[in-house]
């Protein structure tokens, strides 16, 4: 399987972080130091602008990174149990047990290293004796 982006993001200098959700997601920001900054592409590509001057710390994570690094910042958009709530992102590891096992069931269209993601997560909290989340 080849790398994937599952978090896009950077900090600029004064230690705003600016995250790109989706594609042509085009996030922006002026920096204390006066400069714009930018973030774009979310899981499909990574855009960025360049101050040589002034560069930003790259906080991107891929699908090649550790699994305790993935599920401290990859996001999963939830409508709520009954899909009439608000969106909300909720970060993997704050994912209740039930949550991630009725994805694994019921969203059959997820990419093939999202539905990974979830599994490893599974593995990751038995082999770590965590209880979860509940959300």
């Known amino acids: 399987m080849s790398n994937k982006i599952l978090c896009n993001r950077i900090k600029t200098p004064d230690g705003t972080i600016l995250e790109s959700m989706n594609r042509h997601d085009y996030v922006t920001y002026i920096d204390a130091n006066g400069k714009e900054y930018m973030v774009d592409g979310g899981l499909d590509y990574l855009r960025r602008n360049v101050h040589d001057d002034a560069p930003y710390t790259e906080l991107s994570v891929s699908s090649s990174d550790e699994h305790s690094v993935i599920r401290e910042v990859f996001k999963w958009g939830t409508y709520g149990i ?41 593995d990751y909290r038995s082999k770590n004796n965590e209880a979860g989340i509940f959300f």
């Open 82 to 122: 009954d899909g009439k709530q608000p969106l909300k992102y909720v970060i993997l590891k704050d994912m209740s047990w039930d949550h991630i096992d009725a994805i694994l069931k019921t969203q059959t269209h997820l990419r093939d290293h999202i539905r990974q993601l979830f599994v490893n997560e599974l």
